[in-house]
């Protein structure tokens, strides 16, 4: 079974530039997360999807974050403008159930 | 608040030796509680859960669990460290958002980041 696919691996930029970020879940996994993990921190949920529609981003920084799944299968996040303070690594999960199975991550840089 | 600590943020041990990872769960329904391992690079990867029943779980990689209600604890325990054991380990809660109309969410410890000396 194919895992949580994430793209790019690695990502630098400078502030006030724009970054996206791709995520295809695990197939048939109607829930799917982005986290944000910060250096010396544990995840912390952005937005979570069931199937096409939102049902938790009280913690995304929705001024400058925006992300989307269309068709209710991979994802995308998207920064604008970025800040230093967003450097980290984005981590996108999915689940069927309880369990959920995370991509390998997007570290983000931004100088 | 529903919160998930975890008080060690750097243990180091020897190869062979024991080990115990300590997590303690702030939230008042019957838990649901995940440990996470994060190798450099990687994603996280479960190690064990434990949602009900017996209170010690079994996990991969010759892992167990304690859940203890009475100590609002679920540490995580080997008997025997293995050099590749060294990582980023992660305890984490299940709770009810608040925010998404009856959908849970995971919320993470900071993590204990454990190094293995040969």
């Known amino acids: 079974e194919a895992g949580v696919a994430q793209s790019p691996r690695y990502k630098i930029i400078e502030k006030r530039q724009s970054v996206a970020f791709w995520c295809n879940p695990i197939s048939g996994h109607a829930t799917l997360y982005w986290y944000q993990q910060i250096l010396g921190q544990g995840p912390k949920l952005l937005i979570q999807f069931q199937n096409n529609g939102v049902v938790d981003d009280s913690q995304l920084p929705k001024d400058r974050f925006s992300a989307e799944r269309l068709k209710g299968v991979d994802s995308t996040l998207k920064i604008q403008p970025a800040k230093l303070e967003d450097s980290a690594v984005y981590l996108c999960?999915?689940?069927?159930?309880?369990?959920?199975?995370f991509g390998p991550g997007t570290r983000l840089t931004v100088l | 608040a529903q919160s998930v600590t975890q008080p060690d943020i750097h243990i180091t041990v020897s190869e062979g030796a024991s080990l115990e990872l300590r997590c303690n769960y702030s939230y008042g329904a019957t838990p649901y509680l995940f440990w996470y391992v994060q190798s450099p690079g990687q994603g996280l990867q479960l190690l064990l859960k434990?949602?009900?029943?017996?209170?010690l779980v079994q996990g991969i990689k010759g892992f167990e669990a304690e859940f203890k209600r009475s100590q609002s604890s679920f540490n995580l325990r080997k008997p025997s460290v293995h050099w590749s054991d060294a990582a980023e380990y992660f305890c984490a809660g299940w709770v009810l958002s608040m925010f998404s109309g009856g959908y849970n969410k995971l919320i993470f410890g900071a993590g204990t980041r454990l190094a293995v000396h040969p």
């Open positions: 434990y949602f009900s029943g017996d209170t």
């Open positions: 999960a999915s689940s069927f159930a309880v369990e959920q199975f």
